[in-house]
């Protein structure tokens, strides 16, 4: 069974910074490409960032140049940095793990951006 757990995130100012981190329970972790999510109150969940297992990286336009993910296949670790946080950031931060014609959640991090 593939478990995720997300952690990291908080209450944070504008113009701050927090760093997730996702681990996987599964040896798959390490050829399984991996995403990070986000969902904010009465919107749709939506696509931050991919991570391949070889580490080449994607990003949404909304987050470019601010959020950095990155992992660690030896450790089953995936993680988010972000910078510059802005208010309408806000939101339940969800990793992800595709493997084959399957997907898994993590249950979520909230991160609340907010003076």
């Known amino acids: 069974q593939v478990q995720l757990v997300e952690s990291g995130g908080g209450l944070v100012q504008p113009g701050g910074s927090l760093r997730l981190s996702c681990v996987a329970s599964?040896?798959?972790?390490?050829?399984?490409?991996m995403g990070w999510y986000r969902q904010a109150p009465g919107k749709e969940r939506e696509w931050v960032a991919t991570?391949?297992?070889?580490?080449?990286?994607l990003y949404a336009d909304s987050v470019r140049g601010r959020f950095t993910t990155s992992r660690d296949n030896s450790k089953r670790m995936m993680y988010l940095q972000i910078n510059s946080l802005k208010p309408e950031d806000t939101a339940i931060y969800y990793c992800?793990?595709?493997?084959?014609?399957?997907?898994?959640w993590g249950q979520g991090t909230q991160v609340t951006v907010s003076s």
């Open positions: 599964t040896s798959i972790f390490s050829i399984s490409p």
């Open positions: 991570i391949t297992s070889g580490g080449t990286t």
């Open positions: 992800r793990l595709q493997h084959g014609g399957s997907l898994y």
